[in-house]
């Protein structure tokens, strides 16, 4: 806000204050008794009527009325005189004081502890408290005053009054004065914020024409709603312009530039529609005098603005054209590979999307290097960057003519190909490029040659944003990073489908973990000796609003790629918790299987939080039942084998789950004690019926007996399929021959379902 502003807001809100006071002592004065106005007594009573009945008392009435108001606008016009915060409150407590109160505070918080501060800004009629003083808010309600008021209402800085006494039945009410002294400070208190801020805005404009300057920039303004491109001081200056020189629109500024050099510069617009900056372009201009300059120049929008300015910055460089190139060259390339960076790709992309047809369309190749950090980690940062500039090399002599290839940064590129009609051309130059980075290269200082692969994803099109086109080929390289590596993948509408789906169950796994949402199901699991139920497997489940109850196969796995899975986890242990201290109080001993992820197990304050959640429960950590994957277990960190520990500390026993669908190498099984195994159920549906699925179900039962685990064979469905276990010495089973998952409150304790 300007100065002048604030003083018309000023002058604004006095009038409306003068206009509020006199609509107050109009109220005070129909109040009551409905005691009449002063303008109709004086238009009703004559002297001749000064004897009639009751006219003495209402004269008298009339006239006491008439001295509030004129002591109410006296103080107002008082107030609004005042220049300054510290001379009102005086006049204030000297108004309040002279209405008949005995003793009168003014008040500022000035600290909001558990016991508020408070400042003593004005007194009246208190020798003790004067201006400076601090008492706290206990303390002034100690000392009971008859009233405290607030000048501006909820107003957390507005000072407040405190009286003690009456006032005098001819003075003006303490709230008309407050009022008329909160007008008056709000006036105040946005004059000085329009002033203060007023001269921000200066410092800071001197300060930017001072950078601007040293610098060596002019800068430009476009306004779309004049079509005026107004120039600065140091603009004019570098073009010969006077002050006196109109200000051109945009056609005259254009047709300045050499034609060669408007195709960037007519580009001026596009920032302003995409919201995004321009690439630095250099451009030939003449001046004044017809001379040519040259100048590098970049331009954004100023998006904040309701007419989208667009603003542009420009230098000079026209001394040496070598020096020129170096700093078109660095403003438009990646400093490390020589490619084109962000910003000229994104220039490039959209004016190719422009001229774009459905036999002429657009192909983005996103290209990641595979397992590149374990490059730098290994090999250093220096073999990391001389393995990123062959990579350039390479696929500069795939791209094909006219492509725009660049670094966005690490060890992504991406390819722009314009005038592509099939998108099986567009994969068959991908793979060529994945191909030819999988040829082994030499890099200094390794002694032998390094093979690097890499992942491509593919989005072809020509119609919508240059964002809808990097989502697309971005989906395309997280299914070819999925596949496995070393791949291209091209994208479809099932990709875009499948990442609609992965949102939705990512929705609905972060509103069930706010809304209780979660459920636990239970599966009994017997000893196949017995036929006893020994122990039961924990299940969530999640409870959907609208699809109801929904098995872990519709979010497990994006609870897992978010990380939402160390909370599903953690919510799961604490009912598995609950309920083992259930069954423990009604003499139940049995034991529970619970699956937790790898991530669950990565993550740092899982072990601690776990020993102290089963011993502020009182649950026995011998009746828990860990179940891990074979991938936990292939990437074995040390937070990971922490965990494990914690939990074999706590005298949890730790498992592995679904066994033979994992990887064939067994040598984990060796790297952490195991207790149990669980056998997948794709192995024991055969039994009974093939004998090839009997020998390996044999094999896997010995295997586990051998590291001297337990094992429960998982899916069983049939007497069949149990009695031939039993005959290989499996310890357990579950299935839906022993009972479906249920709640806890329907497991058949004590006995087999």
Not at 203 to 232: C, F, I, K, M, Y
Not at 314 to 337: F, I, M, W, Y
Not at 669 to 675: I, N, W
Not at 694 to 723: C, K, N
Request: aromatic residues 4%; glycine residues 8%.
């Amino acid at each position: 806000m300007s100065g002048s502003a604030a003083t018309s807001a000023t002058r604004r809100a006095r009038r409306a204050l003068e206009r509020a006071a006199a609509a107050v002592a109009e109220a005070d004065a129909a109040v009551g008794d409905r005691r009449p106005r002063l303008a109709d007594v004086d238009l009703a009573v004559t002297h001749d009527d000064l004897d009639a009945p009751g006219t003495l008392e209402v004269t008298t009435r009339a006239a006491a009325q008439h001295d509030t108001a004129t002591a109410v606008l006296r103080a107002q016009r008082r107030f609004n005189e005042c220049t300054e915060t510290a001379v009102l409150g005086e006049e204030l407590v000297v108004e309040v004081h002279a209405a008949g109160y005995q003793r009168v505070l003014l008040l500022e918080t000035v600290a909001r502890s558990r016991h508020r501060e408070l400042e003593v800004l004005a007194a009246r009629g208190d020798l003790l408290l004067v201006p400076g003083r601090r008492i706290t808010g206990n303390d002034l309600t100690r000392m009971s005053p008859s009233a405290v008021v607030e000048l501006v209402p909820g107003h957390p800085r507005a000072p407040r009054l405190a009286v003690w006494g009456t006032a005098g039945t001819a003075g003006p009410r303490l709230e008309v004065l407050a009022a008329a002294a909160g007008a008056a400070w709000r006036a105040l208190v946005a004059s000085a914020e329009a002033a203060r801020a007023d001269r921000e805005s200066t410092g800071a404009s001197l300060l930017l024409s001072g950078a601007l300057r040293l610098a060596g920039l002019g800068s430009w303004a476009w306004d779309p709603a004049t079509g005026v491109v107004t120039l600065d001081d140091r603009l004019r200056e570098m073009l010969g312009m006077s002050a006196a020189d109109p200000d051109p629109d945009l056609e005259t500024w254009r047709l300045r530039i050499h034609p060669d050099d408007r195709g960037p510069f007519t580009g001026v617009e596009d920032p302003a529609a995409h919201a995004g900056t321009s690439a630095p372009y250099p451009f030939r201009i003449a001046s004044a005098d017809g001379t040519e300059r040259t100048f590098l120049g970049m331009s954004v929008p100023l998006a904040t603005t309701s007419s989208s300015v667009v603003q542009g910055l420009v230098l000079d460089v026209s001394a040496g054209e070598k020096s020129t190139g170096e700093l078109v060259r660095l403003a438009q390339c990646d400093s490390l590979t020589g490619l084109a960076n962000r910003a000229v790709l994104d220039v490039r992309l959209a004016e190719a999307l422009d001229a774009a047809s459905p036999g002429n369309a657009v192909a983005l190749v996103l290209l990641d290097l595979d397992r590149f950090k374990l490059v730098n980690d290994t090999l250093g940062h220096q073999i990391g960057d001389a393995l990123l500039r062959q990579v350039a090399v390479r696929l500069e002599d795939a791209a094909p003519p006219g492509a725009t290839l660049a670094r966005l940064g690490g060890d992504e590129f991406v390819v722009m190909v314009p005038g592509v009609g099939r998108v099986e051309a567009a994969a068959i130059m991908a793979r060529d490029m994945i191909r030819r980075l999988r040829a082994p290269m030499l890099l200094p200082g390794l002694p032998e040659p390094f093979v690097c692969t890499s992942s491509a994803g593919i989005a072809v099109g020509h119609e919508g944003t240059a964002d809808d086109l990097f989502r697309s080929a971005d989906m395309a390289l997280y299914r070819a990073k999925d596949g496995g590596r070393d791949r291209v993948a091209v994208y479809d509408t099932a990709m875009r489908e499948e990442a609609q789906a992965r949102h939705v169950a990512e929705h609905r796994v972060r509103r069930a973990l706010r809304t209780d949402g979660l459920r636990v199901v239970w599966q009994p699991i017997v000893d196949l000796r017995s036929d006893q139920l020994v122990a039961a497997e924990a299940l969530v489940r999640l409870d959907d609003p609208v699809e109801g109850i929904l098995e872990p196969k519709h979010f497990v796995d994006t609870a897992e790629d978010t990380g939402l899975i160390v909370d599903v986890d953690t919510w799961v242990l604490g009912e598995v918790l609950r309920q083992l201290r259930e069954w423990r109080r009604d003499g139940v001993g049995l034991q529970v299987s619970f699956n937790v992820s790898g991530k669950t197990l990565e993550h740092p304050a899982f072990a601690h939080r776990l020993a102290h959640s089963v011993e502020s429960t009182g649950a026995a950590g011998s009746s828990l039942l860990a179940e891990v994957t074979e991938r936990t277990l292939i990437d074995l960190s040390t937070s990971t084998r922490a965990s494990l520990g914690e939990l074999r500390s706590i005298g949890a026993r730790v498992g592995l789950d679904d066994f033979g669908t994992g990887y064939s190498s067994l040598s984990y099984l060796d790297r952490f004690p195991l207790s149990f195994l669980k056998i997948d159920m794709s192995f024991v549906r055969p039994l009974g019926s093939s004998d090839r699925a009997e020998a390996v179900v044999e094999a896997l039962i010995s295997l586990a007996h051998a590291h001297g685990m337990v094992v429960t064979a998982e899916g069983v469905e049939t007497e069949l399929q149990a009695r031939v276990l039993r005959e290989m010495g499996c310890d357990r089973a579950q299935g839906w021959l022993f009972g479906r998952p249920v709640a806890a409150g329907l497991l058949p304790l004590g006995s087999r379902p």
